[in-house]
């Protein structure tokens, strides 16, 4: 029967299908020392040397010709490849992700050894970002910021421009499990090493104690810079330090389903029904949620429609494992698909909506790259799992 209907499924494609035509019609030639940008005001690609945050767009290209072998598709996704292929080798938070839909996708594709390539070398640049101390990825004590993100002009946190003041530059947070692993989990079929450090980190979270009891999640947790020992959570997306953001609820199940996809190990699918549950007990009435799930001020405040899309990446992922969780997660999951197409989802396949939380003042829904990045392969995956189960890698 599958986990959503296929009608909405394909609906959902044929709006991914007009924005990846709207791409390869307004493709951006990159210079040296640029890449691809998403347009955070309208989810237009366009070339730029200060983000790399285009990937998605890639990625979508690999999948829209895995689905037709339209040669087309192809080319302007090899393109993009080539151009992320510099970031594969700089100490930046997206060299995996970027080096996992630009160049893994197309190497598991056509089988293209400088397409492989590029994708252990990211693995090799996102592995240097353990800790052994602690037995999770975050930023290295002592690494000046222009070594972890040279373009982005990151102050505190490797990843957050509006990181609080007094949070030390050593810490780790939920977004490391949430998507910064596929390059890992599929490297390590060629270097072990990367595979046991992504599930080295998912067990220290859960020993560290970033899932609470009551299945949420924490944001970010900090280190001592002289000693390593850890010192407190924090975070500066969510209301507060005891709630729970929801895109780091949502990069939690992320996290935990793909490492449930990469190993089969039943601790990591329990981590994620406890998240879950805890997603699904905390949801508003349409099911997309607000920027945090227990702000008071709700409905007065921001929704975020990306946690909405990667909660429903999710839940496909593990059904895809096994498949006898489906009656749990069917009508959430038909649910939350059909409300993103009828609200949130324009014909031309942008999400709109996103929220990036309380580190913006004022608060405010935009369009994000993350909802955009991970609706094509939900969408993907439902329509033809066979075929993503080949593409993944792991």
């Not at 290295?140 to 509006?162: D, I, L, W, Y």
């Not at 008071?296 to 059904?319: E, F, G, K, W, Y």
């Not at 993103?340 to 929220?355: A, C, K, M, Q, R």
Request: proline share 6%.
């Amino acid at each position: 029967m599958g986990l959503v209907d296929r009608t909405l499924l394909e609906r959902a494609w044929g709006r991914l299908v007009s924005r990846g035509r709207s791409i390869m019609r307004e493709w951006p030639d990159a210079k040296p020392g640029e890449y691809l940008i998403f347009n955070q005001n309208n989810g237009a690609v366009f070339a730029g040397n200060f983000s790399f945050d285009g990937y998605g767009a890639v990625g979508l290209l690999w999948l829209l010709y895995a689905a037709t072998d339209d040669l087309q598709y192809r080319e302007y996704a090899r393109r993009g490849a080539r151009i992320f292929s510099p970031l594969a080798d700089v100490r930046s938070s997206h060299c995996g992700i970027a080096g996992y839909r630009a160049a893994v996708w197309g190497y598991r594709l056509t089988e293209a050894e400088e397409l492989k390539q590029i994708g252990l070398r990211a693995a090799a640049t996102m592995s240097r970002f353990f800790d052994p101390q602690n037995e999770v990825f975050g930023r290295h004590p002592g690494a000046p910021a222009e070594a972890v993100f040279p373009a982005g002009g990151v102050k505190h946190r490797f990843h957050s421009v509006h990181a609080p003041a007094n949070t030390p530059a050593r810490a780790t947070h939920i977004d490391w499990s949430g998507f910064w692993f596929e390059v890992l989990w599929w490297a390590g079929h060629f270097e072990p090493r990367f595979s046991d450090q992504a599930r080295r980190h998912c067990d220290a979270f859960l020993r560290l104690g970033f899932q609470r009891p009551d299945g949420s999640s924490h944001h970010g947790l900090s280190f001592d810079e002289e000693t390593g020992a850890p010192l407190e959570f924090h975070s500066n997306q969510a209301y507060s330090t005891d709630t729970a953001w929801s895109r780091g609820q949502a990069w939690m199940l992320m996290g935990y389903a793909q490492a449930f996809e990469a190993t089969g190990e039943r601790r990591f699918l329990d981590t994620y029904l406890r998240c879950a549950d805890y997603w699904i007990a905390h949801l508003p009435d349409d099911l997309i949620p607000f920027y945090d799930m227990s702000d008071p001020a709700a409905p007065q405040v921001p929704r975020d429609s990306c946690s909405a899309v990667i909660a429903l990446n999710s839940m496909l992922r593990v059904c895809r494992v096994d498949p006898s969780l489906e009656p749990r997660f069917r009508e959430v999951a038909d649910a939350t698909l059909r409300e993103l197409l009828d609200f949130y989802v324009t014909p031309g396949g942008i999400v709109l909506h996103g929220s990036w939380g309380a580190d913006h003042v004022p608060m405010f829904q935009g369009v994000l790259m993350f909802g955009n990045t991970y609706l094509a392969d939900a969408v993907f995956m439902g329509l033809w799992p066979d075929r993503f189960d080949q593409i993944r890698g792991f």
